[in-house]
């Protein structure tokens, strides 16, 4: 069992950045590959970013590559992503997400566990 806090949403102006940050509880964390998801009002929720046990796989959404960036500390049990150049087109609620197994992956079906999410507003 994996629980997942996410923490460091807020309002940001466009062109800002900022830091999302995901604890895991559970000596298990870098057992799991993590991922990054976000849903927009009226949207579907689409993984934005995903990164394998090692830290040494990724995977970036078209719409966030350059700009995002995930990465994992297993030792504070904690994943991040930084959110550079940010626009109102990335305003949504963010959810970090747990799956067992070695790849990345963009499919949400895939992952087992899911934080309550955290909302980011891009103002223009």
């Known amino acids: 069992q994996v629980q997942l806090v996410e923490s460091g949403g807020g309002l940001v102006q466009a062109g800002g950045s900022l830091r999302l940050s995901c604890a895991a509880s559970?000596?298990?964390?870098?057992?799991?590959?993590m991922g990054w998801f976000r849903q927009a009002p009226g949207k579907e929720r689409e993984c934005v970013a995903s990164?394998?046990?090692?830290?040494?796989?990724?995977f970036y959404a078209d719409s966030v590559k350059d700009r995002f960036t995930i990465s994992r500390d297993n030792a504070k049990n904690t994943v991040y992503l930084q959110r550079d150049s940010l626009k109102p087109e990335d305003t949504a609620v963010y959810y970090c997400?747990?799956?067992?197994?070695?790849?990345?992956?963009?499919?949400?079906?895939?992952?087992?566990?899911w934080g309550q999410g955290t909302q980011v507003t891009v103002s223009s």
């Open positions: 559970g000596r298990t964390f870098s057992s799991y590959v």
């Open positions: 997400a747990a799956r067992p197994g070695e790849r990345v992956s963009a499919q949400s079906s895939e992952y087992t566990y």
């Open positions: 990164i394998n046990k090692s830290s040494r796989s990724t």
